[in-house]
């Protein structure tokens, strides 16, 4: 058999550390088998195959030759290097991005996408599609499911211990000034493709192309316009269905404090009959600051889909509510002023997943849905009218004229931003409300755009005495107590005995109604949540224990001197006479004498004085390179007309005052 010429070839196969022998003799193929080569058992398994097809063959030499083969392929193996698995490509592609953690041990890459760095979650369908991308950009192929999941596991143990812990932002972010906690910097992601934000501090406001922040991108969040300088917060009055100048301060003050980036935040609540615009209203105050796929989500069904929204955008805004569920007013108020809520890691045992989040919050409603004390005690609730036909608007020149302003109305919320910045280390008030720190940002950011000193506290503390009145209404226990407290200055009793005198008080309706207190320790609960309310209306709540072998249980009811309420506004005086450098007087009692049938005049400007003063303020207004605020647009004076009663000539003294305005005694307190 020796004159038998036999061939023997091996290729790698797919198998690890197998070969695809094949045996030949010319061009003939006795056999092919896949073996591991290296293995004597496997080549001797490969001859006796061989014999068994053609007799005669193990003699041959065939055994000789495979075990030179073998050896010939180690060698070449060796002098190789070894072939870069799935896994190892990704991590050597993942060099690339920086590696990081949250206090709260969350994971994040930051990556490379073209000339600028994204922030995404390890663990996220965002950099997953990231990093399969780069993948299939080298070798046109993706990775498997194996592959992946193993790298990801790396990615997240590099990020956890060797990667530092960073803060990570959604819309807003803070760089504090430890040297001067009134003077930090804020950032506005602007959620472009180019991963820019807006600078806000005392010196003004800039775009930055590489913010030395971290922000994340969660799903549906969409992009804000570039704003821009020289805009009016008055464009933005008209997508608005405000009733009063309260109203509008109250709406700005809020929108100006949802660009902090910390809180405490008021809850804005909307309520308002079917027509007055409370979901388009809503929408416009989330499109101007937090514009997302999904403007309006309506009422969650747990505490874990609210954190996750909040978690997962700056502004929570909340459509068409009925009325609030306990548990929801409850978790409300703790994501104003900040709260925190864990649940267990899904198909864990032991692990938490923990959410804390502070935002603004939007509701609306028809009905008055905020109703509880502590949650009005946290909200500014504003009142819609009724738009009437003849003035409604159709949605789709709404929204263009709406697109058409908002880079310029947003140009002007961050001026007055910055003037609130500039304006809080003055602001210092006597008294500090629920709700302080807003409070004294609101009053910072009016003296910015020029409003009179203590007109926001004004507006704020009318808002809040409506509140507290709306809570009134909303309690079945709080008209009683206030009604008992009319017959007697002082009580002192258990609360199963005050539970019975309230009763009777409230009628048998009420006291059957489902949520009247069943039992003393509901009541006593009840009596909790409206002391606030019973305090502002001059009613002192307190609890004791009776000394003694009884040790009773006892509330302290006591009836103060004033209530803590709001007091009619003064009249204001009658306008002095002024005159311009070349002694024209402008406006005065004596400018248009007999106007309004009393002989004094309404002060009102001729209209030629106001032509000549529209020309001088358009000759004199600084260019906005020129203007600290880049905010001051050129504004026109108006010719107004005579109108009998105005207030200028000092005869509104003389009728009844209906504005529920506080006294400057009340504001001066808050000052």
């Not at 509880?372 to 020149?397: C, F, H, N």
């Not at 009998?644 to 307190?669: A, H, M, Q, Y």
Request: net charge negative.
């Amino acid at each position: 058999m020796d004159d038998i010429q036999l061939e023997l070839t091996a290729i790698p196969s797919e198998r690890k550390g197998c070969f695809v022998v094949t045996a030949k003799i010319g061009n003939e193929t006795i056999h092919v088998d896949q073996i591991e080569i290296i293995k004597s058992q496997e080549r001797d398994r490969f001859v006796v195959d061989l014999a068994k097809l053609r007799p005669g063959l193990e003699e041959s030499g065939a055994a000789d030759r495979l075990a030179q083969l073998a050896g010939e392929l180690a060698v070449a193996r060796a002098s190789q290097p070894e072939p870069e698995t799935q896994a190892r490509a990704l991590l050597r592609l993942a060099e690339g991005a920086e590696l990081f953690h949250t206090a709260d041990g969350r994971t994040y890459a930051s990556v490379p996408v073209d000339s600028h760095r994204e922030v995404h979650l390890i663990r996220s369908t965002s950099f997953r599609r990231w990093l399969v991308r780069a993948f299939y950009e080298e070798r046109e192929s993706p990775p498997s499911t194996e592959a992946m999941q193993s790298t990801l596991g790396v990615l997240e143990a590099k990020a956890q211990f060797d990667g530092p812990t960073q803060a990570v932002w959604v819309r807003v972010a803070n760089i504090p000034n430890p040297a001067d906690p009134d003077d930090p910097s804020y950032f506005l992601d602007l959620g472009d493709e180019a991963w820019r934000a807006v600078k806000i501090s005392r010196s003004g406001w800039e775009l930055v192309n590489d913010p030395p922040v971290r922000f994340r991108r969660p799903k549906g969040m969409m992009s804000l316009p570039e704003p821009v300088r020289a805009g009016s917060l008055d464009e933005l009055r008209a997508f608005t269905n405000l009733a009063s100048d309260h109203d509008w301060y109250l709406f700005v003050a809020c929108l100006s404090a949802a660009l902090r980036p910390h809180g405490p935040y008021p809850i804005v609540a909307v309520n308002g009959e079917q027509g007055s615009a409370k979901s388009t209203f809503t929408r416009v105050a989330r499109k101007l600051i937090d514009p997302n796929a999904t403007l309006l989500r309506c009422e969650p069904k747990e505490v874990r889909d609210l954190m996750i929204a909040a978690t997962n955008a700056w502004i929570v805004t909340l459509d068409n509510l009925s009325s609030l569920h306990v548990w929801l007013a409850d978790s409300l108020c703790r994501l104003a002023t900040g709260g925190g809520f864990a649940t267990r890691v899904l198909y864990e045992d032991a692990e938490e997943m923990l959410f804390d989040a502070m935002r603004p919050v939007l509701l609306n409603g028809i009905e008055d849905v905020a109703t509880r004390p502590d949650l009005l005690d946290r909200s500014v609730v504003l009142s819609l009218p009724t738009i009437p036909e003849e003035k409604r608007r159709e949605e789709g020149p709404f929204w263009r004229a709406f697109d058409e302003a908002h880079p310029r109305i947003l140009g002007a919320l961050l001026d007055a931003v910055v003037g609130g910045l500039r304006r809080l280390p003055s602001v210092e008030l006597k008294k500090l409300p629920r709700m302080a720190d807003f409070a004294r940002w609101g009053e910072a950011v009016g003296r910015g755009l020029g409003w009179t000193d203590g007109a926001f506290l004004a507006a704020y503390e009318v808002n809040r005495s409506s509140a507290n009145d709306q809570a009134l209404e909303a309690s079945p226990v709080a008209p009683a107590v206030i009604a008992l407290m009319e017959r007697t200055p002082h009580l002192e009793t258990t609360a199963g005995e005050l539970l019975q005198e309230l009763a009777e008080i409230a009628g048998e309706r009420v006291a059957k109604a489902k949520d009247w207190p069943s039992s003393a320790r509901g009541l006593s609960g009840a009596i909790r949540r409206v002391m606030p309310v019973l305090r502002r209306a001059g009613i002192d709540v307190s609890f004791r224990s009776e000394k003694g072998g009884k040790r009773r249980r006892l509330i302290l009811l006591e009836r103060t001197s004033e209530k803590s309420g709001i007091a009619p506004s003064q009249p204001s005086p009658p306008s002095q006479a002024c005159e311009d450098s070349n002694g024209t007087l402008l406006w005065g009692n004596d400018l248009h004498p007999g106007l309004d049938g009393d002989g004094r005049g309404d002060g009102y400007p001729l209209p030629e004085t106001v032509d000549r003063l529209n020309a001088t303020n358009r000759a004199t207004q600084p260019s906005p390179s020129q203007n600290p605020l880049n905010s001051l647009a050129l504004f026109e004076l108006d010719p107004i007309t005579a109108s009998p009663g105005d207030g200028r000539d000092g005869w509104d003294g003389r009728l009844p005052n209906f504005s529920p305005t506080p006294s400057s005694d009340r504001v001066e307190e808050l000052l």
